[in-house]
C-alpha cells in the first residue's frame, strides 16, 4: 500500500486529505508543523507528500527543496491559498510537480495524488534504462550538450510546471516536448500540439477553448478547443511568440484557473492540461518591446530550457547522417540504406548549418536522390565549398574513422581566436557566407549543363541581354509559368540575402529546373536531358520546389 505524508497546520484540512486518500487506498502520516515533517521524512519511505506553503516554524518551499535534494524520488506537491500563485511558481522551480489551491476540490485532489503516483513509477521505470530506453531512435546524438538535455527532460517529466523551449529553428523543440509528455505521468493521454502562427487570429478563441452550436454564423455544432482535447494530457504551444495580444490575456486567465469558457457558452469547464511552449524567437525582448505579455511570459516560462544548435553539438552530425539516412530508405522502399563517402562526411561534418537538424535532413534526401549508385559522394550534397560557410571557431575533421558511431572531430591544437565584432565595412566576396554561383555549381561533378547556358551575365552585360538561341529561355515561357531572370542577383556583393541560405539556393534551383522546362516546352524528359539528370530526380525537385506540372501539354516520355 501506499504511503502519502500530508504536511499542514490547518487540522480539519488534514482530517480532510486523510479520509479521501484513505478511499483511495493510501496511508499517510500527518505533520502539524516543519519539524515534524522533517522527522517523518526521515522514519518513513513515502511514496509522496502533500505540503502547506506556510508553516508554523518554516516554509513549504523548504520542505520542497529537502525533498529535491535529499529524497529525489519522493514527488512533492504544495498546496497554496488563493492569490499565492507566485509562490506556487516559484516551488514549481525548486521542484514540486505540482501544486493545488485551497479551498480543496475533492477531485482535483484526487487527480493530483493519481499522478503522483505514476511519477514514481515512471522514476522506477527510468532506473531500469536495459530494459526501456526512452530516447532510443528519438533524440539522437552522444554529446555532452544532449547528454545534458535528456537529463534535465527525465526531471522536467516528473513535473507539471509550465516549461518554455528556447532554440534555434530546426533544433527538435517538438521532439523534446513529446519526449517531456511521454515520460511524464500524462502519456496516456492526448498530446496535443499547435503552431500558434499557423491559427488566423479571428478564429484563435474558438480553436483554443471551443464553441457552442450557433454562438456565430457557421458554428452549426458545438466544438472542443484544443485545452479540451488536452485535458488530462498536454497542450503544445508552438511558435508562442506570434500569439497576438489580445489572445495572450485570455491564455493567461486559463492557465492560471485552469478554466475555459467556450464562445456562447455561460459556464466555466473545469481542464487540467500540462502547458509546453517553444518559439526560435528572444521572448524577453519581446517583453521589453511590449510584443508580448509580460505576466503571461512568466507563467509559461516557469522553467526555461535552452536547446542546442547542431553546431554546438557537432560530434552528434554524423550519427544524425547516419540515422536519417536509414529512415530515408526505409520511406522511400530503397532495398539497402546508402552510405556516406569519407570526402562527403568531412563535408558534413564541417559544414555550418543554419537550419539545424532540419537542414541536415533535407540536405541528405537531396544527396540520395542524385545519387547514382548506393554512395554518396561529396558532389550529392551540394554544400558551398567556400571557407566561409564555416565559423572560425569550428572544429575541422581531418580523418574519417570507420566506425560511423565514433566521434571524429579534432580540433586543432592551438587555440581559437577570439571572435571579432562585425564591422561595418562591407565583405568581401571571399569571405562572403552566400556563395552566389551556387547556380553553376549545382550540377557539378556529373551535374553540369550546356557550356553555352548563361547563369549569369558579366557586369558589364545588360539585363536586357537575352540568351543565345541555343540557351535555356526564360522570357518565352511555355507551360504557363514566367520564372524571374537569372541575372539579377538577389543581393550586392558581401550581403546576406534576406530570405536566408536555404530559401536563396532553392530559388536558384527552382529557376534553373523552371528554364530547362520552358525551353522543352515542359516536357520534363526532355528537361532532365538537357540538366544532364535523371527524370526521378527531375520529378523529385520540381514536387519539393512546388513547381506545378499538371500543365504539361506534352507527354513526359517521348
Known amino acids: 500500500m501506499s504511503l502519502a505524508l500530508i504536511i499542514d497546520d490547518e487540522v480539519d484540512l488534514c482530517r480532510l486529505m486523510q479520509m479521501t486518500l484513505k478511499k483511495m487506498g493510501i496511508e499517510s502520516k500527518v505533520a502539524y508543523d516543519y519539524a515534524t515533517g522533517i522527522s517523518h521524512l526521515q522514519a518513513y519511505n513515502f511514496d509522496f507528500c502533500l ?63 493519481e499522478n503522483a503516483l505514476k511519477v514514481a513509477e515512471n522514476a522506477n521505470k527510468l532506473n531500469c534504462k536495459e530494459v526501456y530506453d526512452p530516447f532510443s531512435n528519438r533524440l539522437i546524438g552522444k554529446s555532452d550538450a544532449i547528454a545534458h538535455l535528456k537529463t534535465t ?70 466544438k472542443e478547443g484544443l485545452f479540451q482535447q488536452a485535458n488530462g494530457g498536454t497542450l503544445f504551444l508552438d511558435e508562442v511568440a506570434d500569439l497576438p495580444i489580445s489572445m495572450q490575456v485570455k491564455l493567461l486567465r486559463a492557465i492560471q484557473e485552469k478554466k475555459i469558457r467556450p464562445i456562447g457558452s455561460t459556464q466555466e469547464i473545469a481542464v487540467d492540461v500540462r502547458l509546453l511552449s517553444a518559439t526560435h524567437k528572444n521572448l524577453a525582448k519581446l517583453v521589453e518591446t511590449g510584443e508580448f505579455r509580460q505576466d503571461l511570459y512568466y507563467r509559461i516560462n516557469v522553467i526555461e530550457v535552452k536547446l542546442p544548435s547542431l553546431n554546438e553539438r557537432r560530434d552528434d552530425i554524423l550519427l544524425l547522417a547516419n540515422h536519417f539516412i536509414a529512415l530515408i530508405a526505409e520511406d522511400w522502399g530503397l532495398a539497402q540504406p546508402p552510405t556516406l563517402s569519407n570526402e562527403a562526411a568531412v563535408q558534413l561534418a564541417n559544414h555550418h548549418f543554419a537550419g539545424n537538424v532540419r537542414e541536415l535532413r533535407n540536405i541528405l534526401e537531396r544527396a540520395i536522390t542524385l545519387a547514382d549508385d548506393n554512395v554518396i559522394e561529396a558532389h550529392h550534397l551540394n554544400l ?37 565584432a562585425p564591422s561595418a565595412e562591407p565583405k568581401s566576396a571571399a569571405s562572403s557566407p552566400i556563395n552566389t554561383s551556387y547556380s553553376s555549381n549545382l550540377f557539378a561533378s ?15 552585360q545588360s539585363n536586357h541581354e537575352s540568351l543565345t538561341h541555343e540557351a535555356l529561355t526564360l522570357n518565352a515561357p511555355i507551360g504557363g509559368i514566367n520564372a524571374p531572370s537569372l541575372a539579377h542577383p538577389p543581393a550586392e556583393e558581401g550581403q546576406l540575402p534576406e530570405e536566408g541560405l536555404e530559401e536563396y539556393l532553392m530559388n536558384q534551383e527552382r529557376k534553373v529546373i523552371i528554364a530547362a522546362l520552358n525551353h522543352s516546352g515542359w516536357n520534363r524528359t526532355q528537361a532532365a536531358k538537357l540538366l544532364n539528370t535523371t527524370f526521378r530526380s527531375l520529378r523529385y525537385r520540381m514536387k519539393k520546389l512546388g513547381i506545378d506540372s499538371d500543365s504539361d501539354i506534352n507527354s513526359d516520355e517521348d
Not at 571524429?408 to 592551438?414: A, D, I, K, N
Not at 556529373?446 to 547556358?453: L, R
Open 51 to 113: 505540503t502547506d506553503l506556510k508553516l508554523p516554524d518554516g516554509t513549504g518551499l523548504d520542505i520542497v527543496k529537502l525533498i529535491n535534494k535529499n529524497y529525489a524520488k519522493t514527488p512533492v506537491a504544495v498546496i497554496t491559498a488563493h492569490g499565492s500563485m507566485d509562490l506556487a511558481i516559484e516551488a514549481l522551480k525548486f521542484g514540486a510537480f505540482d501544486f493545488v489551491n485551497k479551498p480543496l476540490e475533492l477531485s482535483r485532489l484526487r487527480q493530483l495524488v
Open 446 to 460: 556529373g551535374y553540369k549543363v550546356k557550356p553555352n547556358i548563361q547563369l549569369a551575365p558579366t557586369p558589364t
Open 384 to 420: 558551398p565549398l567556400s571557407a566561409a560557410n564555416v565559423p572560425p571557431d569550428t572544429p575541422r575533421i581531418h580523418e574519417i574513422t570507420e566506425n560511423p558511431n565514433q566521434s571524429v572531430l579534432s580540433t586543432p591544437s592551438q587555440p581559437s581566436a577570439p571572435k571579432v
Open 153 to 222: 527532460i527525465q526531471k522536467l517529466a516528473r513535473s507539471q510546471a509550465p516549461v518554455f523551449l528556447w532554440g534555434e529553428s530546426g533544433t527538435g523543440k517538438e521532439v523534446v516536448a513529446k519526449l517531456i509528455h511521454d515520460l511524464s505521468p500524462r502519456c496516456s493521454a492526448n498530446f496535443v500540439p499547435v503552431n500558434c502562427g499557423a491559427i488566423p487570429s479571428e478564429l484563435m478563441e474558438s480553436e483554443f477553448f471551443g464553441h457552442k452550436k450557433g454562438s456565430f454564423t457557421g458554428a452549426t455544432a458545438d
